[in-house]
């Protein structure tokens, strides 16, 4: 569905170091996941007051299912109690 040129910009202006670092800076904040000894997800969040804002949260599709998301959004939560809603 998306040719080669959008798909590689979007992992450019998304994923590459520079712009994981732009992130950052901007205030976000990201939480991986492994099992294994492997990345099987993350997520990326930015607090704003009381609210927490999700960007991203990716699972690895053979770990889909596993109840690895939930685990993410729990740390998450744990990490910022000060926190009342998560959007």
Known sequence: ILSDAVIAYA???QYSDAALQRQQTDG??????H???????F?????QKDA?????LYVHPERQ???AG??????V???????????
């Open 52 to 56: 927490l804002f999700v960007h991203k």
């Open 11 to 13: 992992l450019e202006s």
């Open 28 to 33: 976000q904040q990201f939480f991986v996941a």
């Open 77 to 87: 939560a744990a990490q910022h109690p000060q926190m009342r809603r998560m959007e």
């Open 35 to 41: 099992a294994e000894g492997a990345v099987i997800g």
């Open 65 to 67: 299912g596993s109840g």
């Open 70 to 75: 939930g685990r993410l959004l729990s740390e």
């Open 43 to 47: 997520v990326a969040m930015e607090l």
